[in-house]
């Protein structure tokens, strides 16, 4: 019997009707033979409902531990409600919550990671012959015991990890797209849906903005050879496969272009230019859980310099309140920050055989206009920064240049 793991995100499971549907597809796939698995999200947008009802209570602050406690309860009304629709179906079906079905995390509230499994009962029941609902986005804390998230979209990570360690056959992640496409296609009309994908290449358009699948569930594919599938909840076409590198068929240079509005840039100005100073600012930074993105060094003068840094958005507070003591104790001259940019980035396989793709990136950025304030490149990836106003102009320029779309359209110029 083939094990098959099943993620339903949000949108799927957004309403009565739409948990209905998901209980169908969930019937037939358990009674085509498989021991079936469903990680379920939250009905649409409980978990930002749920955020928001926190900061109006608690401030901008709330205590972790309770945030998430609060948090987890969106996942665990889809678990039963979607159990209860297949026993209406006449589908035994058992539903748990992520401590239940042994997702074992360190004790990071709010941003989790998942340092084991222990599927035990999970096992048990599907041996029973029971459909298995497993509430995303949560665990528990080997070392506090306390309930934890796994982070924004953590429901992915959820089904890749259960995947693995069920060693199952495929683990399908159903979303409200057809899978990945060569570039957001709300900015982008003519953005082709990928076949294929490589864990690289997935893992870097993810990191970079790209919202279909969260870094650590690609991680967690990568590691333990999870085949995913990204496909639609609301038809039944073929969507995208994320697997190894030999998995592609076609040989495109570059898969796509990623990006992401959710990070501000911070500069730290005149910074004495000696050695440990870099090393104190981003141990400090790190000790916080500011998780700091691109950076970038000036050439000192006058034996001072300047970093610049990406950082996410909403950890800009946090940042200058362990910068401006620190700027005290070093003599540093101030910092800035710059809340409205963007990052694009390129990302392909064939770039590290490919020479010229970064300058063909940059030029059609100057010929329609769009100022670079910072780069920063993998083996396989090339991201600038830009003013957060181009963001559109930007991916809509390096997705024509480099014939990406499907269409007619593709191509033409800015
Ligand atoms: N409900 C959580 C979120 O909105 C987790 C998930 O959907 O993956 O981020
Ligand atoms: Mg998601």
Not at 114 to 140: C, N
Request: proline share 3%.
């Amino acid at each position: 019997m083939a094990i098959v793991v099943q993620k339903y995100g949000g949108t799927s499971v957004g309403d009565v009707d739409r948990m209905k549907r998901v209980a169908d597809r969930v019937s037939r796939t358990h009674r085509d033979g498989n021991q079936t698995v469903v990680v379920v999200s939250a009905m649409g947008k409980t978990t930002d409902d749920l955020v928001s009802m926190a900061a109006d209570i608690g401030g901008e602050q709330p205590p972790q531990r309770e945030l998430d406690i609060l948090l987890t309860s969106g996942e665990r009304i889809s678990m039963a409600l979607l159990a209860m629709a297949l026993h209406e179906r006449g589908v035994q079906a058992k539903s748990f919550t992520g401590s239940q079905a042994g997702i074992i995390t360190d004790a990071v509230h709010g941003k989790a990671r998942i340092v084991d499994i222990t599927p035990g009962r999970v096992q048990e029941a599907l041996d029973g012959g029971y459909v298995v609902i497993v509430a995303g986005f949560q665990g528990v804390s080997q070392d506090t015991k306390d309930i934890t998230t796994l982070g924004r979209g953590g429901s992915d990570t959820t089904a890749v990890a259960l995947a693995a360690a069920l060693d199952a056959d495929v683990c399908e992640i159903y979303t409200d797209v057809d899978g990945v496409f060569t570039a957001d296609p709300r900015i982008v009309p003519t953005a082709r849906k990928l076949d294929v994908v490589s864990y690289e290449e997935m893992l870097e358009l993810a990191a970079q903005g790209a919202k279909v699948l969260q870094v650590r569930s690609v991680e967690f594919g990568r590691n333990h050879g999870v085949r995913i599938h990204v496909r639609s909840s609301f038809s039944y076409t073929t969507g995208t496969w994320v697997g190894p590198e030999e998995d592609k068929v076609e040989d495109a240079i570059i898969s796509g272009v990623a990006h992401d509005t959710s990070e501000a840039k911070l500069t730290i100005l005149g910074l004495p230019d000696r050695p440990g100073v870099a090393a104190r600012v981003f141990t400090e930074l790190a000790d916080a859980n500011v998780n700091v993105d691109m950076i970038v060094q000036n050439v000192s003068a006058d034996g001072r310099t300047d970093i610049s840094f990406t950082l996410p958005r909403g950890d800009t507070a946090k940042a200058q309140a362990i910068l401006e003591p620190l700027l005290d104790d070093v003599d540093g001259a101030g910092v800035l920050v710059d809340p409205d940019v963007a990052k694009v980035s390129l990302v392909g396989a064939g770039m590290k055989t490919n020479p010229g793709i970064a300058a063909k990136m940059f030029s059609a950025l100057s010929a329609a206009d769009v100022n670079i304030e910072m780069i920063s490149t993998s083996t396989i990836r090339v991201s600038v920064v830009v003013a957060k106003d181009d963001v559109e102009t930007a991916v809509q320029a390096v997705h024509a240049v480099f014939g990406l779309g499907d269409d007619a359209d593709e191509g033409r110029s800015h």
